[in-house]
């Protein structure tokens, strides 16, 4: 059964539009190769972030949400633990003068970036949870079946 829910849609279009332009953006994008997450989590993150038009047709299985919501809390998770003690240093290489000023601010609101990525993939976590515990009111939750969604608080919180 998909989901065609608008405030799925609209979280889902927050999370693309900030991750495009304030977490993966042009000064960001290639310190972003340190990052240990496997190519799948990669894909899901590319699905969750820039194909909003496909599941607006097709709409979202629960299984697929939380599996794209899992994605972005290890990738936050990693950018926290392997860019951000180091991330001034890692935009410095490579980039010119005249980008100083937008690479150093790009830099020093990472954190903050993360921290509203973070709070958005939340957000679809318990809009989705919601929805999901509906749809099932006989049946055990999807999210229940996903014993990884346990350690998601973990991942999501900066500790």
Partial sequence: MPVKDPDIYRIVEKIGDHFQNNVS??????ALVVLE??????????NLTAKTEYYKQQGFQFDELYEMVLAAAHFIHQARLKMLPNIRGMLAQGSTDQDRV?????AQNFGVNLAILSDLINELYLKTTGLD???HEKKRPVFERIPELKELGKLLVNE
Avoid: H, S
């Avoid at 953006?25 to 290639?30: A, E």
């Fill in 25 to 30: 953006n042009r000064f960001i994008r290639k």
């Fill in 37 to 46: 997450l496997q190519q799948a989590e990669w894909d899901r993150l590319e």
């Fill in 102 to 106: 937008l690479r150093d601010m790009a």
């Fill in 133 to 135: 515990k509906a749809a």
